[in-house]
C-alpha cells in the first residue's frame, strides 16, 4: 500500500471519527434550519389568534371602514363603553383600543392603548388603513369639486412603476439578459464560501502539523516516509475532511428542507407568506396592480441561466482547490517553524493576512467587478481565490481570468516547495524561536 | 564483513560545520557505538543514514551498496527526541508505524501480539497514550522500531525513561537482536552502557571523527601502564628492586598487608613487574589499572578541544 494513502487515511479517520467534528457537522446545518424556520414558525403562530382592537371614532369617518386584516378585528364601539374599557383594559376581550379624535385631519393623530407592548406592525397596519381612507376621501373631494368626467379613472391610469432590464452585449453583439442581483449574490456567496473553507482547513493542517511536532512522533515518522509524502497525505486528506463536512451538510438541509416542507402545507406557507407581504406595509397596495409571481420566478431563473454557469463551476473548483493547496501549504509550513501556540500568532498573521484583506474587499468588488481594485485583487495569486471568482458571475475579460489562472498554478507551485522547505528543517527544529528571516535561511539548505 | 559504511561524508548547516569529513564501517551482527559530546553532530549523522537529511558530500553505503530511500524498511530508528499520537490508541498506533515501515496490516498485527504479549502490555492495545506511563510509552516505541524486523537498528539514548528492571529487558532484548544477525547503532552518553554493549565505537567531537576501533583495541590504545599491588613484604626492598624504570605514585603501609601504586616508565606489559617483584615479596593481589570508556571519552574530548583552540 502506498504509504501517502496510509497516512491520507489515517489523517481522515482521526478526525472524521472525533467527537467535535460529528457534534458540528451535525449541529451547524440544524442551527440554521433553526435559525430560518423559528421566527417564520413564531410568526404564522402568532397571527393565527385572532386580536380584537376596539375602535371609538369621534368623527365617524371610518366607521365600518376597517374592517378585518389577517387576524385583526376592528370593531367600533360608543363613547360609554370607551370609557369602560379605557379605565380596565386589561380586564376586557380587546388586544388593544384605538381612539380617533374628532380633529384627525388637521393633526393627523391617534392614538392607541394596550396593556402590553404591541407589535410594530400592527401601528403600521393601522397607519396604513387611516392614511388610505382619509386619502382616498380627500381626493374624491379634490375630483368633485374640479368636476372633470372620468378624472379618477385618468388618475389611476398615471400610476406608473418601471422595471429596468438588464441587457448585457456580448462581443458577438448577442444581447442577454442579465441580472446585477443574481450575480451579485453569487459572486459575494462564493467569494466567502471560498474563504471560509480555505481559513478553516488550512489551520486544521496546520494545527495538525504542530500535534506532530509537539508529541515528538515525527522524526520516527518522517524516518519511515518524505516529509513530502507526510504533507501531502495530511493536506489532502484534510480537505477530504472538509468535503464529507460539507458533503453532510448539503445532504442534511436539503433532508431538513424537505421534512419542514411536509409539515408546513400550502396554505400555512401561503399564510406564512401573506403575513411576511403585510408587514411590508406600503408595498403591498403597489405591487398588487403588477401581475408578479410567476413572471419574476421564470425571469430570475433566466437570468440564473445567462450566468457563464460552466466557467464559474471551473472556476469555483479551481480556485477552490488552489487556493487551499496555496495556503494549507504555507500554513503547514508556520506549523512546523514554531514550538508553541504563542509563537503561531506572530508567523500566522503574513500568511493569512492575504485571506483576510480578501475577504475585506469582497464587498467592493461584487459591487463594482470592473474597478481597479478588482482588477488587482484578483490578479494577485494571494487574493485572486476569493476575488476572481467573485468576479466570474460578471463575466470578465477572459484573458484576465488566464491569467488569474496561470499566474495562480504558478504561485501554488512556489508555495508548496517553499512550504516543503520550512517543513522539511522544522520538523526537527526544536528549542528555536524562529523569525521570518530565519525561515528565509531555511530555504537555502540542501536535501 | 561491513554491513554498513558511511564516507567522507560532510554536513554544513548555515554557518555551523555539522560533519566534517566523517567515515565510519560498521560491520555486520555488531554493535556499534556512536559517541560524543552534545551537538558533536552524532544526530544529524543518524538523521543522514535515516535518509531524513541528505549530506552535502560524501556516501552511505548498505551491503556496498550505495544507499536508497526505499532502503529506510530495512532500518528501525529509535529518536532520541521521541513521543506518540496522545489521542490514538496504542494498538491503532504501533500498526500505524509498522505499516509507514511497509508491513502490511495482516502481519503488523500478528507480529504485534507477539511483542505486546513478550512485554506484558498486551492489555493496553485500546488504550490512548495519555493514559500510559512514560515508561509504558517507551516500551511501545521499543516495539514500533523493531516491528519490521530491520537489518539496521539506530538507538538514539534507548535507555532513558525506563527503570532499572525494564532497561535489562530492554538490553537483552537488544542483545537478541544482534545475536540473531541484526546490526546495531547505538548511541547514548552513559558510559558503562557502552562498555557492556559495543563491541565497536567512534567517538565524534565538533562535527569530526576523533577516534574509532573496536572497543578491546581502543582500551589497550589507552592503557596507562598503570599497576596497582597488595603484598606481603619490605617497601624498602620493593622500592629497591623496582628502581628507575617504575615511578611509584603512591604507597601505603597496613602492616601485613601494604598497597603500591606504579607507574612502569617503558610500558613492557604486566608480566615483567610480576618477576621483579616476586622473588622480594608475597604478591596477594595484582591489577593494572585500565581507564573506563568514561574516562577515556573525557580524555580524548578535552585533548581535542585543546587542540582546536591551539589551531
Known sequence: ?447 | MSYFSVSNVNKVFESTQALTDVSLSVNKGSIFGLLGPNGAGKTTLIRIINQITAPDSGEVFLEGRRMTSSDVEKIGYLPEERGLYKKMKIGDQAIYLAQLKGMSRHSAMKALKFWFEKFEIAGWWDKKVEELSKGMQQKVQFITTIIHQPQLLIFDEPFTGFDPINANLIKQEILGLRDNGATIIFSTHNMSTVEDLCDHIALINKSRKILDGAVTEVKDNFKTNIFELDYKGDYSKVAQVLGNSFTILEHTEKGLSNRIKILHLNGNGSNDVLQLLMPVAEIKSFREVVPSMNDIFIRVVESSNEKNNQL
Request: overall charge positive; hydrophobic content about 45%.
Open chain 1, 1 to 447: 500500500m502506498n504509504k501517502t494513502w496510509i497516512i491520507l487515511r489515517r489523517e481522515y479517520l482521526t478526525r472524521v471519527l472525533k467527537k467535535s467534528f460529528i457534534v458540528t457537522t451535525l449541529l451547524v446545518p440544524l442551527l440554521l434550519a433553526a435559525m430560518m424556520v423559528i421566527p417564520a414558525w413564531l410568526a404564522s403562530r402568532q397571527d393565527k389568534e385572532v386580536r380584537n382592537i376596539a375602535v371609538y371614532d369621534e368623527t365617524s369617518l371610518f366607521l365600518g371602514q376597517l374592517g378585518q386584516e389577517g387576524f385583526t378585528k376592528y370593531q367600533f364601539i360608543e363613547k360609554e363603553k370607551y370609557e369602560k374599557i379605557k379605565a380596565n383594559l386589561e380586564g376586557t376581550e380587546y388586544y388593544a383600543l384605538l381612539y380617533i379624535p374628532g380633529n384627525i385631519l388637521t393633526t393627523n393623530r391617534v392614538e392607541l392603548f394596550s396593556p402590553k407592548q404591541l407589535p410594530l406592525e400592527m401601528g403600521e397596519q393601522i397607519e396604513r388603513k387611516l392614511s388610505q381612507i382619509i386619502e382616498t376621501d380627500k381626493r374624491n373631494k379634490v375630483v368633485q369639486e374640479v368636476g372633470v368626467p372620468d378624472l379618477e379613472q385618468k388618475l389611476a391610469a398615471t400610476k406608473t412603476r418601471i422595471r429596468v432590464n438588464t441587457l448585457q452585449v456580448t462581443e458577438t453583439g448577442e444581447q442577454k439578459k442579465s441580472s446585477s442581483v443574481v450575480a451579485f449574490i453569487a459572486s459575494y456567496g462564493m467569494g466567502f464560501l471560498i474563504y471560509f473553507f480555505v481559513f478553516m482547513y488550512g489551520s486544521l493542517v496546520m494545527r495538525s502539523v504542530m500535534e506532530e511536532k509537539k508529541n515528538r512522533i515525527v522524526e520516527v515518522i518522517v524516518s519511515s516516509v518524505k516529509p513530502y509524502q507526510l504533507m501531502t497525505g495530511k493536506i489532502v486528506g484534510t480537505a477530504l475532511v472538509g468535503l464529507t463536512q460539507v458533503a453532510i451538510w448539503v445532504i442534511l438541509i436539503f433532508g431538513v428542507l424537505t421534512v419542514l416542507q411536509s409539515f408546513f402545507t400550502p396554505e400555512t406557507a401561503q399564510q406564512m407568506g401573506k403575513s411576511i407581504m403585510e408587514s411590508q406595509g406600503q408595498m403591498a397596495p403597489m405591487q398588487q396592480n403588477m401581475p408578479v409571481s410567476q413572471n419574476q420566478i421564470s425571469e430570475v431563473l433566466e437570468m440564473i441561466g445567462t450566468l457563464n454557469i460552466p466557467l464559474i463551476l471551473f472556476g469555483f473548483i479551481f480556485y477552490f482547490l488552489s487556493g487551499y493547496l496555496l495556503y494549507s501549504s504555507l500554513m503547514g509550513a508556520v506549523g512546523a517553524a514554531v514550538d508553541n501556540e504563542e509563537d503561531t500568532q506572530q508567523l500566522v498573521f503574513p500568511v493569512t493576512f492575504p485571506l483576510i484583506l480578501s475577504i475585506i474587499l469582497l464587498f467592493s468588488i461584487s459591487k463594482s467587478p470592473d474597478g481597479a481594485i478588482a482588477f488587482w485583487a484578483s490578479i494577485v495569486p494571494f487574493t485572486a481565490p476569493v476575488c476572481m471568482l467573485a468576479r466570474l458571475p460578471f463575466s470578465p475579460p477572459i484573458w484576465e481570468v488566464i491569467l488569474s489562472m496561470v499566474l495562480m498554478i504558478v504561485t501554488t507551485i512556489g508555495a508548496i516547495w517553499v512550504g516543503s522547505k520550512i517543513y522539511k528543517t522544522g520538523i526537527l527544529m526544536y528549542g528555536k524561536k524562529v523569525t521570518l528571516k530565519e525561515l528565509v535561511k531555511w530555504l537555502r539548505y540542501k536535501g
